[in-house]
């Protein structure tokens, strides 16, 4: 862990948000949970896996991912050399859509702060989506089947769109594409690791993010 950060402030923010969470009524959704579930993961989570909304599963347990959808991504991590305990995992809406129907609009944006926190708070350096709805915030009007893999810089963070678990699980022929996806990850940490630290000797500021309406058909976002 980084000496220089106090993670007993960023686990007490934490801790304040899954309150928060546990108890909003911002949205409908609420008067149908069993369980909230704001996200989970350490603390000095260098990735953020952004998935979309809580199912059946994870609405009874509060756990984020830990259906069928969940496995699959322990799986992926997996051939990364990583366990669901060493990222942090959330959604861009909190509480379970009625029989899994996709978020609202209204839905999503009553539960945008509370993931903003989230990310000011970890401060992780890839930002990994799961899905067209955590794909959006990052890439406004992007289609996941173009961009899905393409990473792109974003301030002092690098964004990756990925397929959703559960579309792989009802799409197996995108499982190539997934393992490929995942296996970016770690090469995309160790190379802005390695870029924010020169940007640090020679005293240039990161970028500002700027993401793109949507990314040409077959072209590469632009990493660092």
Same mark, same amino acid.
């Given at each position: 862990?980084?000496?220089?950060?106090?993670? +007993?402030a #960023? !686990?007490?923010?934490?801790?304040?948000? !899954?309150?928060?969470?546990?108890? $909003?009524? *911002?949205?409908? %959704?609420?008067?149908?949970?069993? $369980? *909230?579930?704001?996200?989970?993961?350490?603390?000095? !989570?260098? #990735?953020?896996?952004? @998935?979309? +909304?809580?199912?059946?599963?994870?609405?009874?347990?509060?756990?984020?991912?830990?259906?069928? *959808? @969940?496995?699959?991504?322990?799986?992926?991590?997996?051939?990364?050399?990583?366990?669901?305990?060493d990222?942090?995992?959330?959604?861009?809406?909190? $509480?379970?859509?009625?029989?899994?129907?996709?978020?609202?609009?209204?839905?999503?944006?009553? $539960?945008?702060?509370?993931l /903003?926190r989230?990310?000011?708070?970890?401060?992780?350096?890839?930002?990994?989506?799961?899905?067209?709805?955590?794909?959006?915030?990052?890439?406004?009007?992007?289609?996941?089947?173009?961009?899905?893999?393409?990473?792109?810089?974003?301030?002092?963070?690098?964004? #990756?769109?990925?397929?959703?678990?559960?579309?792989i699980?009802r799409?197996?022929? +995108?499982?190539?594409?997934?393992?490929?996806?995942? /296996?970016?990850?770690?090469?995309? %940490?160790?190379?802005?690791?390695?870029? %924010? &630290?020169?940007? +640090?000797?020679?005293? #240039?500021?990161?970028?500002?993010?700027?993401?793109?309406?949507? &990314?040409?058909?077959?072209? /590469?976002?632009? %990493?660092?």
């Amino acid at each position: 862990m980084d000496e220089t950060v106090d993670y +007993a402030a #960023i !686990a007490a923010g934490l801790a304040e948000i !899954a309150a928060e969470v546990s108890v $909003c009524t *911002a949205c409908e %959704l609420h008067k149908g949970r069993t $369980c *909230a579930v704001p996200g989970e993961g350490p603390v000095n !989570a260098d #990735i953020f896996f952004i @998935g979309e +909304a809580p199912g059946r599963n994870e609405d009874e347990t509060g756990r984020p991912f830990v259906g069928q *959808a @969940g496995h699959l991504l322990e799986d992926l991590l997996e051939k990364i050399g990583l366990t669901r305990d060493d990222v942090f995992i959330g959604n861009v809406v909190k $509480c379970r859509p009625p029989q899994n129907r996709d978020p609202r609009p209204e839905e999503i944006a009553a $539960c945008s702060g509370y993931l /903003q926190r989230q990310l000011e708070l970890l401060k992780p350096k890839v930002v990994a989506t799961l899905g067209r709805y955590s794909m959006e915030k990052f890439f406004p009007g992007a289609k996941i089947t173009k961009v899905h893999g393409k990473a792109e810089r974003q301030g002092k963070r690098v964004v #990756i769109p990925l397929y959703h678990p559960a579309y792989i699980l009802r799409n197996m022929a +995108a499982m190539p594409d997934a393992v490929r996806d995942m /296996q970016r990850i770690p090469r995309l %940490l160790e190379r802005l690791e390695q870029v %924010l &630290a020169d940007e +640090a000797v020679q005293g #240039i500021k990161p970028p500002v993010p700027t993401p793109e309406p949507e &990314a040409p058909t077959g072209e /590469q976002l632009s %990493l660092l």
